[in-house]
């Protein structure tokens, strides 16, 4: 099995798949590999209302 790509990004979490979105957008093949098989989407699961927000300041001490 043969796979075309630019960039390999390991880890599908937030940051992974935002990375892969950005390059894959500025016209770079790209490849996400992840371990773990994401979980199936249920309609009827409880509403989660969890946040997050990457910027330059949530790395800044």
């Given at each position: 099995?043969?796979y075309?790509?630019?960039?390999?990004?390991?880890?599908?979490?937030?940051?992974?798949?935002?990375?892969?979105?950005?390059?894959?957008?500025?016209?770079?093949?790209?490849?996400?590999?992840?371990?773990?098989?994401?979980?199936?989407?249920?309609?009827?699961?409880?509403?989660d209302?969890?946040?997050?927000?990457?910027?330059?300041?949530s790395?800044?001490?």
């Open positions: 099995m043969t075309d790509t630019d960039v390999i990004i390991s880890g599908g979490g937030m940051v992974g798949a935002a990375l892969a979105v950005a390059l894959s957008q500025a016209g770079l093949a790209v490849t996400v590999l992840e371990k773990q098989q994401p979980l199936p989407f249920a309609a009827d699961s409880a509403i209302l969890r946040v997050s927000s990457l910027n330059l300041r790395s800044v001490g």
